[in-house]
């Protein structure tokens, strides 16, 4: 984690500017001060942030390679909008919604503590390998459920994912990723990738930190699920495919590995070139890996790779001033 | 005088080959206790069944006079056996504190849940992670170096850094896989130097591999000489070396076949 030690903000700083820019959102969604267009592309790029930094969590902290985050999606998806539509939907969204979310998320987490315990045994290409194949298993599973609209999909879901939801869930995940990070969990995530015999003998408890990093980043993933189902108010299967895993794949190693501030810029780019390019229609879709290809030649930890804008970085963990002398 | 570490008739087969065979050894708490023999006689096959990397084919390894083998790494290491490795083994990419740090956090206790939301005992332990490990990088002299990066260290740093990150785990047993690889004797006089405060200033029981005879000479209290997985000889540094079999071990039979 090679850091660009410059000083963190002045203490205070980083919550007014949080209060400021969720005051915003708020002013938005009652004012109606941005069309829906704009308003829409902003809700996607929040989705995208909390996609994008939680499989960081375990393709760039961890150095894992998993290609299953659109699964985890799904899980967070579905679920929520079986509780938003079918369990609750006489609730009124302001504590509804939270919940819907809240147990899209539960669900992803949970299975993914299962992926996470194959990771004890599997490494590298195996993994990547069981990921895609938990991928399938999860949209052939939707598929076969009458209950959830099968491949026809789920419709007339509520359109609850309001700019000021997507910021608040947002800020929680990249608070919350933040803090593990700069926790010994973290540093026992950073230490299976950089050498897992030395962390071992280090004390650290591997699979314990593996565990973590795989149920904090499948359950964020799933509340990303969550709040992109009650973005389009309609899902089905085919959306969570290889394809939505790859967008997050692009977004990752574009930002860079291991990096909150990466994740946020390579979730940004690639929102908006998806936006820009969208003229293009298919051709969009040879661009964007071609940019990736690019990036792995050029610049393969990606444009943050490894490194951390300051202000996301706890006060305490930048050198003493020195006070001596 | 109790046997700290106790190595019983361990065993270490890969397929076919035995790389250790009825091993036994004793480390005696407060002693630094080398191993010494030919390339290829075993030596960090059994440093890597002490620290649980390997589970021994046969034989058990005991800790304080417990069983330790069979369990996991992480759990030996946190119960008190720390070691280095022969080709140097940081986190490169971290910095020097974070190294240091890691080891350190084997004796934390906040839950992870608790590390995310923050609570404050998990503030109050990263705070005393930075000033115990910053305490700790200070004594090895390579705290200005704190937060650079590991991998940027010169190679004599990265071996002091790889020490110190061992200590950083409180261990009563520290492993060393040959501490003077790549250093001539000067550097190697000095590292005698250091190895002696070590011990004096942590009370730390040492077991280290070396192939520099001069250092094990001069350092260790008591020997033990591998050859092919075995035990040829034991004792102290004088008994050792004059052992005949030590010598045929070294040089070779004296009627010359090789």
């Known amino acids: 984690m090679m850091r660009w030690f410059k000083q963190p903000p002045p203490r205070g700083v980083l919550l007014a500017l949080l209060a400021a820019g969720l005051a915003a959102c708020f002013a938005i969604e009652q004012f109606g001060l941005v069309d829906d267009y704009v308003r829409f592309v902003l809700i996607t790029l929040g989705i995208n942030i909390i996609l994008c930094v939680s499989l960081n969590l375990v393709n760039g902290w961890m150095g894992e390679f998993s290609v299953g985050h659109a699964g985890f999606m799904a899980l967070g998806a579905y679920l929520s909008a079986c509780v938003s539509v079918k369990w609750l939907g006489w609730g009124d969204p302001l504590w509804m919604f939270p919940l819907a979310v809240m147990a899209g998320g ?24 069981i990921t895609l194949a938990f991928l399938m298993i999860v949209k052939s599973g939707i598929e076969n459920i009458p209950y959830v609209g099968g491949p026809r999909g789920f419709l007339g879901i509520g359109n609850h994912t309001t ?66 189902a009650h973005q389009l108010q309609f899902i089905n299967p085919g959306v969570f495919d290889i394809v939505k895993s790859t967008e997050i794949l692009v ?26 390019l969208q ?47 | 005088m109790s046997a700290l570490l106790e190595v019983r008739d361990v065993t270490m087969r890969f397929g076919g080959l035995v790389a250790v065979a009825d091993l036994n050894l004793e480390v005696t708490q407060g002693h630094a206790h080398g191993i010494i023999g030919p390339n290829g006689a075993g030596k960090t096959t059994a440093f890597n ?26 759990a030996i290491a946190r119960g008190g056996i720390a070691r280095t490795f022969q080709n140097i083994r940081l986190f490169r990419d971290l910095t020097v504190l974070d190294n240091v740090r890691i080891a350190h956090d084997a004796h934390a206790r906040y839950s992870w849940p608790g590390a995310m939301v923050q609570l404050p005992s998990a503030r109050r332990a990263e705070q005393e992670s930075i000033e115990h490990c910053t305490d700790l990088l200070e004594k090895f002299g390579l705290v200005d170096a704190a937060y650079e990066r590991a991998g940027d260290l010169p190679y004599g740093s990265q071996r002091r850094l790889e020490i110190a990150r061992a200590m950083a785990l409180q261990p009563s047993l520290l492993l060393l896989d040959e501490p003077a690889a790549g250093m001539n004797s000067a550097e190697t006089l000095k590292l005698v130097e250091f190895l002696g405060w070590l011990r004096d200033h942590f009370s730390v029981t040492m077991l280290l591999i070396e ?29 050792v070396r004059n052992d005949p079999k030590v010598i045929e071990a070294y040089l070779g039979q004296e009627d010359g076949h090789e």
């Open chain 2, 49 to 74: 069944v002490i620290t649980g990397i390997y589970t021994p084919t046969a034989g058990d390894v005991l800790f304080r006079g417990e069983i330790i083998s069979g369990r996991r790494p992480s």
């Open chain 1, 106 to 129: 539960l669900l992803a987490g949970a299975v993914g503590l299962l992926l996470g315990l194959l990771s004890f045994k599997t490494r590298g290409d195996y993994l990547a390998i």
């Open chain 1, 279 to 325: 003229p293009l229609g298919t051709w969009r879709m040879v661009i964007l890996p071609l940019i990736l290809v690019l990036l792995m030649l050029f610049r393969p930890r990606g444009i943050m790779g490894m490194r951390e804008f300051p202000w996301f970085v706890p006060r305490r963990e930048f050198p003493a001033k020195e006070d001596k002398k």
């Open chain 1, 251 to 276: 977004m990752v190693y574009l930002g860079g590995i291991g990096s909150l501030g990466g994740s946020i810029l390579g979730a940004a780019a690639f929102t908006i070139l998806a936006q820009v």
């Open chain 1, 163 to 228: 700019l000021l939801w997507t910021a608040v869930w947002t800020v929680l995940t990249l608070w919350a990723i933040r803090n593990l990070v700069y926790s010994r969990f973290g540093r026992g995530i950073v230490a299976v990738r950089e050498d897992e015999i030395a962390a071992n003998a280090m004390g650290v408890d591997t699979r314990k930190a593996k565990l973590a990093a795989f149920v904090v980043s499948s359950f964020f993933g799933g509340v990303a699920g969550a709040l992109f």
């Open chain 2, 211 to 239: 192939h520099h005879m001069q250092l094990v000479m001069t350092f260790c209290d008591r020997i033990t000489v591998l050859d092919f997985g075995k035990t040829i000889a034991e004792g102290s540094p004088d008994e």
